[in-house]
């Protein structure tokens, strides 16, 4: 009876996941400064994309995210996306990032699409040297490039 007491108790202790260190919240509203595509099929594009912007967190403080990613979509359906980000802080701190995910089109014909994925903590520089963990994504963009505009809202795990 004592061993089923103890084994349910060490299963309780083991099945808990660990705690993140720091949930860190936060906006990035970025915009397309280079979009490289090349339709590779009917109605099937893959392309290449750099987009820049401004984090912006609860506590009001700012800093600047950058993203360089990949894509594989099927014009007026969707895409699938993944790449790197960067997110650079006020006093240097960087936290790096590598995301997928889908963006799906909000309205058949119009330029507007529903983005959501997970995302993994690299590393970092500064106080995020040596970070790990992960987190989930999602937001809208409107239009493309040159002159779409995308938000992203990000709740990551960091383990340090």
Request: with cysteine; charged share 15%; glycine share 16%.
């Amino acid at each position: 009876m004592s061993r089923i007491i103890l084994a349910c108790a060490l299963m309780g202790i083991l099945v808990v996941p660990a705690k993140a260190d720091e949930t860190l919240k936060w906006r990035h509203v970025h915009h397309y400064a280079s979009n490289q595509s090349q339709q590779v099929s009917d109605g099937h594009i893959v392309g290449v994309i750099r987009m820049p912007g401004i984090a912006f967190f609860p506590d009001g403080s700012i800093g600047t995210s950058l993203v360089i990613g990949t894509y594989d979509a099927v014009l007026g359906s969707g895409s699938t996306s993944s790449g790197y980000y960067t997110i650079t802080f006020a006093d240097g701190s960087e936290l790096w990032l590598t995301y997928t995910g889908e963006n799906k089109v909000i309205a058949p014909g119009k330029p507007a699409t529903k983005a959501k994925g997970t995302a993994i903590v690299i590393g970092g520089k500064g106080r995020y040297a040596g970070a790990k963990g992960d987190g989930t994504y999602e937001g809208e963009a409107t239009g493309g490039a040159p002159d779409g505009i995308q938000y992203i809202d990000n709740v990551i795990n960091i383990k340090k």
